[in-house]
């Protein structure tokens, strides 16, 4: 299931020309809370495409501390529905293929619990489902609606029609905020509040079903890439840069609905496809009528017939005004691309940049794509060239900068080249943690820095020169 994702950036009355996060250094990791034993949510779904997470724990339980809650909540373009359950995996509608659960070794009644619900359409309602296995094969799934606008925790109990006719050895449980079996989506705004969930006609509860929510594990994503939306299974960080510390790797994977294949190519774009309008929304402040997008890139292909793709579309007052494209052939060190943009007599006030790791084939995929899983690109500095300065050439190698000692005890020292021009150039230090901790304007090729200014650790230094990474590398202060 591809499920897309951004964080938000900031811009400018005046556009500057700057991709945002184009040299990929800022990431950012997420943390949230989920029952226990509870493994599966939309949270990393509302997290990518968001900001934030919509199911989580609150205080206002029925009984006990802790109560879960339930949010269904729109983007620009979809809406996410919160989901909860006990399986490792939901993917696709036939339960017949959802995984994982807890053990069960009673054959329940019936299932019951208390709920809040704030109602945001009367046509809109919540869903209780469960389903009962044994030897990993269905035996039994019910599904149930409970609606209305309660204010305050009322109760529900369902009685199994038809009734178990084996015993079950594991059992699933899910929780949905919104109808989406009758709706496509769901409708913003409504929130699910449950609360001492149990079975009937059992004489004991499973061992880990945890319906009472008084237990909690934590979760943290993996990096997301800021100002960017991307799927989320296959765009990762990595530290193999062309420059500074971070570049974007994409990987093409394969993915399983109900034993369909479906082909997944890693995606990165700061615009996003608008299923209604057909047509891409967002993107960048950008006025530009003619330049070029440079950028360095490996690709990996797992079949030489595939190709890496890159486009780059501009808009005025919404209307497209074209742009470029250019597909990647492989290629096993960093190089260089220069994709050249001319928009004609118009000047664009906006741009969207897509990025996939394997070639799109139409609607669906040709099911001779399955050899193209494993395919992996990898791109940095994304810029134009008009924002490079032109006291820094681009297509170079990154200029020769050595510090000694290393570790430093007392005194280091940086050397850079004799005949690099400083102007403009900045030396910066970060904690192992990301945060910024030192500035140093640099005026000399010889530059000293002290022991006693940094407390002792790992730091990562850049030089940066009109927002271009000359050089890092990494100290050891002892």
Known sequence: MVLFGFTTWVTNSQPSNQIPNGDFEEWTSTSYKLPTNFLWSSNLEAI?????????????????????RLETIGTETDTITGIL??????????????????????????????????IADKSDSAIVAV??????????????????????????QFTFSPALSQ????????FVSS?????????????????????????NQPSLLNGDFEQWSDYSTSPI???????????????????????????????????????????????????????????????????TLVFWYKYLPANPDDKAMVSINFKKNG?????????????????????PIDLGGNISDSAAIQISSSMWQGDTWADTAVSYVGAVLTIDGLKFLSTISTNVSYIKEKPQIHFYPNPLKETG??????????????LLFYDIAGKMVKLIPVKTNRLIIHQNDFLPGVYIYKFIKNDFILGNGKIIVE
């Open 413 to 426: 020292i940086f050397e850079l080249p004799p005949d690099l021009d400083l102007a403009n150039m900045q």
């Open 85 to 118: 359950s006990n399986a490792s995996d939901l993917n696709g509608p036939d339960p017949a293929g959802w995984k994982g659960g807890i053990p069960c070794a009673e054959a329940p009644l019936g299932i019951r619990g208390y709920y809040k619900y704030n």
């Open 131 to 156: 389903t009962f296995k044994k030897n990993s094969i269905g035996i039994g799934t019910y599904i149930y609606y409970i609606g209305g606008n309660k204010t305050s925790f009322s109760p529900f």
């Open 167 to 174: 015993t079950p050895d594991s059992v699933l449980i899910i």
């Open 225 to 291: 890439l800021n100002s960017w939306y991307s799927n989320y299974d296959n765009v990762t960080r990595t530290s193999d840069a062309k420059s500074g510390m971070y570049a974007v790797q994409l990987t093409t994977i394969a993915e399983e609905n109900n034993g369909n294949f479906r082909l997944s190519a890693g995606y990165i774009s700061n615009g996003i496809w608008n299923e209604v309008t057909q047509k891409m929304d967002g993107g960048f402040p950008c006025e530009i009528q003619k330049d």
């Open 179 to 203: 109808d989406v079996l009758h709706s496509k989506r769901g409708k913003p705004g409504s929130v699910l509040v449950l609360d001492s969930i149990s079975f009937t006609g059992v004489s």
């Open 319 to 339: 209307i497209s005004l074209g742009g470029n494209g250019i597909s990647l052939n492989t290629a096993t060190n960093y190089t260089l691309v220069k994709l």
């Open 48 to 68: 990518y495409r968001s900001g934030s997470s919509n199911v989580g724990q609150v205080t206002s339980a029925f009984h006990g501390s802790y109560a879960v």
